[in-house]
């Protein structure tokens, strides 16, 4: 078929084009778009658009986008006729077109496509429409804001430039202005087809600024989202990363594990162990929160050792414990000479426990100065119980959480010391010993004492409180045994929840004891000798004890033993030691110890006017104490040396008190007092000394001094003297008995009210000495005084003795020595 072509000019008002249908895109004047033509019918027109039509075709957008052989009522009335700038074909076969929007045109859509079936492409004749030119102050004010808003969109949309914009803000035209920015914005065909088919340029202008703000509003939040999701996603992508190395590493090393299998491997031993309901739920929540956390996190560690620790604790499990009491001697025997009474304790606490399904929780403590063998006495219960053992030194500790733990708030927290013991144990009834519980201070971070109130109260302690752990921990099983060197410095509350139980120091036959049956057989083993080496002997031994050492406990001696034995396996390995057996005896002893760092008191050789013997308790046991008294011309003054303390002061004033008021007894003028000055002095001026047992010692120098009669050498005293003569009792008799015993004593005076102590001191103690019992300082100056009688030194109205009579009748004079 053949047709004659028509082309009108370009200012006629009708044209007849070839027509192309578009599928969501919509072409407006002005505007330059490429677009990709792939119907055929389409490709046909273009053609010819450029063969016979001048390059213009008349562009206009479908209805339906899913029609592929739209009709006249599919199609909307308004277009665009554009020229054709350029065409290249692809090699898929569709071609890619670079169109140019000439004017708008409208169609008569009267005109029937399908009539023009015989043709490759439909040919219809559009009608150019007329615009009005817009202008006026609203315009400008109009076009100003759109302005605005472009430079607004060009920071949101970087496919905009620079020079795109600054071509924009050139347009004043309304219409025109219009239909370029609709060219640049992404919205709805529908409503970009609305703005093509307004006609008056203003109106068309209000509508694409509303469009624009839209698609700027909307950019803002695509953008906002797209930077959240980008940060997202990189954050993402980072942990993947570093999750994915660390997966690597570990696989590497061996210690590929996956964390959820981990959790399960916690729940499991969770559901397993014996433990209260309360702590089981609150493993669920922590092990459930585990597996939402990353294995890389920080907080994962946190939670994972928070778990650790629930699953650690021993919580029910108790271990069964030893009642038979016959072995629990025994062993408390093998392990300690001596300590009757902290045994006799034990053993009674096994027998109750015997009786009894459930013994409340015993809290001991072991006071007594060092090395007497408190902590090794805690460790042999636990051997004698069954139970493990726990030490715990509490020596220095100035932080409450040390023993409540701290809050999982902190870095690096960790329980108190309480339940980190019991962590290293199989069972929750150890016995724990709080070592050196006395040395424990205060500051600005707590009290560790009175958080201990808690841990040692057996009213309190079967839910203890824990910082960390933050669930109530039953301590009622734990056996806790305390040590301290003095009572002094633990709180008083602390106190009244303790038994105590008071550790002596051992007397010189128990150290001979302990040293032959403990000590020596463990440093002769640890010195690699045998008993066919070397033989100590019992005198060699005691000279240790009473030249080489001066303590309470057995520390010293073991390590004056042990020298001993180095010097001999010197001598042995070098073969300088004589043949046969090594004999150390008394006499050889300073040979391999060298001089003597100690001596003790012993009585004088003979007795002597103004000097009486009195006893001391140290931490270190008994002492001789000598007490001098002299008297010089004077005016009545009273002088006490010898370092000695307030209270001792106190009984040398008392002392010379009973001296005055016995004056018209001891044939002394009332008032001699004036005529002489007195001098009581306590040798050994370097040692501190105090205490009210010297009141009868100094009381005996005193009217030794003043009757001019010697006191015996052979007596020693003890005792507190009050104003009216009373002799009270006194502490320590134990150690005193023994250090007059070793000072070659004989005879012993002592308040009348000690006698209940004698059954702590040893037979043969007793057995050497002479135990005098007084009640008042008169009975003790007939026993004190040498070869004097009662009658010769106090002289009542009755009495008429020549050497009172003499005293009395001669001017009294200061005796001189």
């Given at each position: 078929m053949s047709e004659k072509t028509v082309i009108l000019g370009d200012d006629s008002p009708e044209i007849k084009v070839p027509l192309m249908t578009l599928r969501e895109v919509v072409m407006f004047p002005r505007t330059i778009v490429p677009l990709y033509v792939g119907r055929k019918a389409s490709i046909q027109?273009?053609?010819?658009?450029?063969?016979?039509?001048?390059?213009?075709?008349?562009?206009?957008?479908?209805?339906?986008?899913?029609?592929?052989?739209?009709?006249?009522?599919?199609?909307f009335e308004v277009g665009v006729v554009c020229k054709i700038l350029q065409m290249m074909r692809m090699p898929d076969g569709t071609i890619k077109v670079l169109f140019e929007g000439s004017y708008r045109a409208r169609w008569s859509s009267q005109e029937s496509l399908l009539e023009q079936q015989d043709r490759p492409f439909p040919v219809v004749t559009v009608e150019r429409v007329q615009e009005d030119a817009g202008s006026g102050t609203e315009v400008k004010a109009l076009i100003n804001l759109v302005q605005g808003a472009i430079k607004r969109f060009s920071g949101i949309n970087k496919k905009l430039t620079q020079d795109v914009v600054k071509s924009l803000n050139s347009i004043e035209d309304p219409g025109r202005l219009a239909d370029m920015i609709m060219s640049h914005l992404k919205v709805d065909f529908q409503k970009a087809q609305k703005?093509?088919?307004?006609?008056?340029?203003?109106?068309?202008?209000?509508?694409?600024?509303?469009?624009?703000?839209?698609?700027?509003?909307?950019?803002?939040?695509?953008?906002?989202?797209?930077s959240r999701v980008k940060e997202q996603v990189e954050a993402n992508q980072k942990n993947y990363y570093l999750n994915e190395q660390l997966k690597a590493i570990q696989k590497e090393m061996g210690a590929d594990?996956?964390?959820?299998?981990?959790?399960?491997?916690?729940?499991?031993?969770?559901?397993?162990?014996?433990?209260?309901?309360?702590?089981?739920?609150?493993?669920?929540?922590?092990?459930?929160?585990?597996?939402?956390?990353?294995?890389?996190?920080?907080?994962?560690?946190?939670?994972?050792?928070?778990?650790?620790?629930?699953?650690?604790?021993?919580?029910?499990?108790?271990?069964?414990?030893?009642?038979?009491?016959?072995?629990?001697?025994?062993?408390?025997?093998?392990d300690h000479f001596g300590l009757e009474k902290p045994k006799e304790r034990i053993l009674e606490y096994l027998a109750v426990q015997t009786l009894?399904?459930?013994?409340?929780?015993?809290?001991?403590?072991?006071?007594?100065?060092?090395?007497?063998?408190?902590?090794s006495l805690a460790r042999s219960i636990s051997r004698a119980t069954d139970r493990e053992f726990v030490r715990l030194s509490l020596g220095g500790v100035r932080d409450e959480a040390e023993i409540r733990g701290h809050r999982r708030t902190y870095i690096g927290a960790l329980p108190g010391k309480i339940l980190q013991s019991l962590k290293r144990k199989e069972y929750n009834n150890p016995v724990i010993c709080l070592d050196e519980v006395d040395k424990m201070s205060t500051d600005f971070r707590g009290d560790p004492s009175s958080a201990l109130l808690e841990v040692l109260d057996p009213e309190q302690n079967y839910a203890f409180s824990d910082h960390y752990l933050d669930l109530d921990y039953d301590l009622s099983n734990v056996f806790f045994i305390t040590t301290a060197n003095t009572l002094q410095?633990?709180?008083?509350?602390?106190?009244?929840?303790?038994?105590?139980?008071?550790?002596?120091?051992?007397?010189?036959?128990?150290?001979?004891?302990?040293?032959?049956?403990?000590?020596?057989?463990?440093?002769?083993?640890?010195?690699?000798?045998?008993?066919?080496?070397?033989?100590?002997?019992?005198g060699a031994v005691q000279e240790v004890i009473r030249k080489y050492t001066r303590e309470a406990g057995v520390r010293n001696l073991e390590r004056e033993l042990a020298s001993v034995y180095r010097k001999v396996a010197k001598k042995i390995v070098q073969g300088?030691?004589?043949?046969?057996?090594?004999?150390?005896?008394?006499?050889?002893?300073?040979?391999?110890?060298?001089?003597?760092?100690?001596?003790?008191?012993?009585?004088?050789?003979?007795?002597?006017?103004?000097?009486?013997?009195?006893?001391?308790w140290t931490e270190m046991g008994g002492e001789l104490l000598m007490i001098e008294a002299v008297l010089m011309a004077g005016t009545g003054k009273i002088e006490v040396t010898g370092t000695i303390g307030d209270v001792m002061q106190e009984s040398a004033k008392a002392a010379l008190s009973y001296v005055r008021s016995r004056t018209h007894l001891f044939g002394l003028k009332p008032e001699f007092y004036k005529e002489v000055d007195i001098h009581i002095h306590i040798p050994e001026g370097a040692t501190p000394k105090d205490g009210p047992s010297a009141?009868?010692?100094?009381?005996?120098?005193?009217?030794?001094?003043?009757?001019?009669?010697?006191?015996?050498?052979?007596?020693?005293?003890?005792?507190?003297?009050?104003?009216?003569?009373?002799?009270?009792?006194?502490?320590?008799?134990?150690?005193?008995?023994?250090?007059?015993?070793?000072?070659?004593?004989?005879?012993?005076?002592?308040?009348?009210?000690?006698?209940?102590?004698?059954?702590?001191?040893?037979?043969?103690?007793?057995?050497?000495?002479?135990?005098?019992?007084?009640?008042?300082?008169?009975?003790?100056?007939?026993?004190?005084?040498?070869?004097?009688?009662?009658?010769?030194?106090?002289?009542?109205?009755?009495?008429?003795?020549?050497?009172?009579?003499?005293?009395?009748?001669?001017?009294?004079?200061?005796?001189?020595?």
């Amino acid at each position: 078929m053949s047709e004659k072509t028509v082309i009108l000019g370009d200012d006629s008002p009708e044209i007849k084009v070839p027509l192309m249908t578009l599928r969501e895109v919509v072409m407006f004047p002005r505007t330059i778009v490429p677009l990709y033509v792939g119907r055929k019918a389409s490709i046909q027109a273009v053609e010819q658009a450029l063969e016979k039509y001048n390059k213009k075709i008349f562009l206009v957008t479908q209805k339906n986008p899913g029609d592929e052989e739209p009709g006249s009522d599919d199609l909307f009335e308004v277009g665009v006729v554009c020229k054709i700038l350029q065409m290249m074909r692809m090699p898929d076969g569709t071609i890619k077109v670079l169109f140019e929007g000439s004017y708008r045109a409208r169609w008569s859509s009267q005109e029937s496509l399908l009539e023009q079936q015989d043709r490759p492409f439909p040919v219809v004749t559009v009608e150019r429409v007329q615009e009005d030119a817009g202008s006026g102050t609203e315009v400008k004010a109009l076009i100003n804001l759109v302005q605005g808003a472009i430079k607004r969109f060009s920071g949101i949309n970087k496919k905009l430039t620079q020079d795109v914009v600054k071509s924009l803000n050139s347009i004043e035209d309304p219409g025109r202005l219009a239909d370029m920015i609709m060219s640049h914005l992404k919205v709805d065909f529908q409503k970009a087809q609305k703005v093509l088919e307004i006609m008056e340029p203003v109106t068309r202008l209000e509508e694409a600024y509303g469009l624009l703000l839209n698609q700027i509003e909307y950019s803002e939040t695509e953008q906002k989202i797209n930077s959240r999701v980008k940060e997202q996603v990189e954050a993402n992508q980072k942990n993947y990363y570093l999750n994915e190395q660390l997966k690597a590493i570990q696989k590497e090393m061996g210690a590929d594990q996956d964390s959820g299998a981990e959790a399960d491997e916690l729940l499991e031993r969770l559901e397993a162990k014996a433990m209260p309901e309360e702590a089981r739920e609150k493993g669920r929540k922590e092990i459930q929160k585990l597996k939402q956390i990353p294995p890389s996190s920080a907080e994962y560690t946190v939670v994972r050792n928070y778990v650790d620790c629930i699953l650690d604790l021993p919580w029910d499990e108790l271990k069964e414990t030893c009642q038979d009491i016959d072995q629990a001697a025994r062993i408390l025997d093998e392990d300690h000479f001596g300590l009757e009474k902290p045994k006799e304790r034990i053993l009674e606490y096994l027998a109750v426990q015997t009786l009894v399904e459930k013994l409340q929780g015993q809290i001991l403590c072991f006071v007594g100065p060092p090395g007497v063998g408190k902590t090794s006495l805690a460790r042999s219960i636990s051997r004698a119980t069954d139970r493990e053992f726990v030490r715990l030194s509490l020596g220095g500790v100035r932080d409450e959480a040390e023993i409540r733990g701290h809050r999982r708030t902190y870095i690096g927290a960790l329980p108190g010391k309480i339940l980190q013991s019991l962590k290293r144990k199989e069972y929750n009834n150890p016995v724990i010993c709080l070592d050196e519980v006395d040395k424990m201070s205060t500051d600005f971070r707590g009290d560790p004492s009175s958080a201990l109130l808690e841990v040692l109260d057996p009213e309190q302690n079967y839910a203890f409180s824990d910082h960390y752990l933050d669930l109530d921990y039953d301590l009622s099983n734990v056996f806790f045994i305390t040590t301290a060197n003095t009572l002094q410095t633990i709180p008083w509350a602390l106190r009244d929840r303790m038994e105590i139980i008071r550790l002596p120091g051992y007397l010189e036959t128990e150290k001979m004891k302990i040293a032959r049956s403990f000590l020596l057989p463990k440093q002769l083993k640890r010195h690699g000798l045998k008993e066919d080496q070397v033989h100590i002997s019992d005198g060699a031994v005691q000279e240790v004890i009473r030249k080489y050492t001066r303590e309470a406990g057995v520390r010293n001696l073991e390590r004056e033993l042990a020298s001993v034995y180095r010097k001999v396996a010197k001598k042995i390995v070098q073969g300088t030691a004589s043949e046969g057996r090594v004999l150390v005896n008394k006499n050889s002893v300073s040979s391999y110890l060298g001089v003597p760092n100690y001596r003790h008191e012993e009585r004088e050789d003979k007795a002597r006017v103004g000097l009486s013997v009195g006893l001391a308790w140290t931490e270190m046991g008994g002492e001789l104490l000598m007490i001098e008294a002299v008297l010089m011309a004077g005016t009545g003054k009273i002088e006490v040396t010898g370092t000695i303390g307030d209270v001792m002061q106190e009984s040398a004033k008392a002392a010379l008190s009973y001296v005055r008021s016995r004056t018209h007894l001891f044939g002394l003028k009332p008032e001699f007092y004036k005529e002489v000055d007195i001098h009581i002095h306590i040798p050994e001026g370097a040692t501190p000394k105090d205490g009210p047992s010297a009141g009868i010692t100094m009381s005996t120098a005193l009217v030794s001094a003043l009757l001019n009669m010697p006191v015996d050498n052979a007596v020693a005293m003890t005792g507190e003297i009050t104003l009216r003569g009373r002799v009270l009792p006194i502490g320590g008799l134990r150690e005193k008995l023994l250090a007059a015993h070793r000072g070659r004593v004989s005879k012993v005076i002592i308040p009348r009210e000690n006698n209940k102590d004698l059954k702590d001191v040893p037979r043969e103690i007793l057995r050497d000495l002479e135990i005098v019992q007084v009640d008042h300082m008169d009975e003790v100056l007939p026993q004190a005084l040498v070869n004097v009688q009662s009658e010769e030194i106090f002289c009542g109205p009755a009495s008429d003795f020549s050497l009172i009579n003499s005293l009395r009748k001669e001017e009294y004079q200061p005796q001189r020595h």
